[in-house]
């Protein structure tokens, strides 16, 4: 089979993209990346490919106290460039996907509320225009220029359902299991994921990311596409970006990565087999979501843990003499709350 872009298609086949991109906050110049990369992505037949976070616009231009001409700087700028979602650059991106027969996810500053609202969003587009936008989540350091997102969707696409989130959202399993449980074939993580230093050789925060994308990937067994900004963008204050896109297996194994440099990190992959395999052979041939016990996993989104009751404090005793039996005195615990 023959792609609109002449590449040969192989029935089974899936070509998965992560873009590895140094940014700037000249959204024209980060545009004219957009177009290199996605002309890039197509002539190697890319099925999906994901870009970083905000990589539209670029990311937050380093902390500021609120109230500082710093932080006045940074609102009205995310103000000025934010998009809303469908809007002038989808419709463009739309119009590639269209031309290319590509899946598009895209990291922008998103307008809403007449612009009083700015979101860090990641929009899906596809040949038909926008498939689905997530919003961050867990971006509680990000506020006052982005709002928190609201939502944890898979979007339906050809090559199934796929669950977007950005960047510190990797750092809670939750978000990736609730992907996995809604039939998730693909997370497609969108990020600006910094250094701690300057040497990725070595970099903590470079490893936490290592770490926790491969083990999401294998605790879901499904595949996993990491799209990070890389370098430190020219305007004063930025991170320096660990980069390191890639492309993980359901089995938790690189199958393709971009190093500190701009690239594509491509594979070429069995999407569904390897999901078959993953949960049927790979790792004793163990199903991790078939096992699972969620009867046991209440507490997880129980927010009555954070304002427990108060309980009587343990009273020091002397060396030597018996406690009382735990039950009477949780008994008792049970008693002073239920009077609460």
Known sequence: MIG?????????????????????????????????FIEEAALQGVDYLVFPEVSLHGYLMGAAPLGSPEMAEQLRYFR??????????????????????????????????DGNIVYNSAVLVGPQGVIGVFRKLHNQFEWPVFAPGDHLSVFETRLGKVGMFICYDLAF???????????????????????????????????????????MAFANQFWMVCSNQVM????????????????????????????????????????????????????????????????????????????????APLLPHPAGVRLPDAEPQAAQVREVAVRE
């Not at 590449?7 to 957009?34: F, Q």
């Not at 609730?178 to 701690?196: E, N, R, S, V, Y």
């Not at 500190?260 to 999407?271: N, S």
């Open 4 to 36: 609109a872009n002449g590449h040969r298609r192989v029935p089974g086949e899936t070509t998965l993209s992560a873009v590895c991109m140094h940014c700037s906050h000249d959204p024209e110049a980060n545009w004219k990346k957009y177009l290199s």
């Open 80 to 113: 000025r460039v934010a998009e809303p979602i469908p809007g002038p650059t989808t419709e463009k991106l739309t119009g590639l996907a269209a031309r290319h027969n590509m899946l598009i996810q895209a990291g922008m500053a998103e307008r809403a509320m």
């Open 173 to 215: 399993p939750e978000i990736t299991r609730a992907f996995a449980l809604q039939g998730a074939t693909i997370a497609a993580l969108t990020t600006a994921w910094p250094m701690k230093g300057d040497d990725p050789e070595t970099d903590y925060y470079g490893y936490t990311y290592d770490l926790m994308s491969r083990a």
């Open 232 to 311: 430190r963008p020219p305007t004063p204050g930025c991170a320096n970006y660990y980069g390191h896109s890639r492309i993980i297996a359901p089995t938790g194994k690189i199958v393709a990565e971009v190093g500190y440099e701009e690239g594509l990190a491509t594979a070429t992959v069995d999407l569904h087999g390897a999901i078959e395999r993953a949960r049927t052979e790979d790792w004793f041939g163990l199903n991790l979501l078939e096992d699972r016990r969620p009867e046991f996993y209440g507490i997880l989104a129980d927010k009555r843990i954070y304002y427990r009751p108060s309980v």
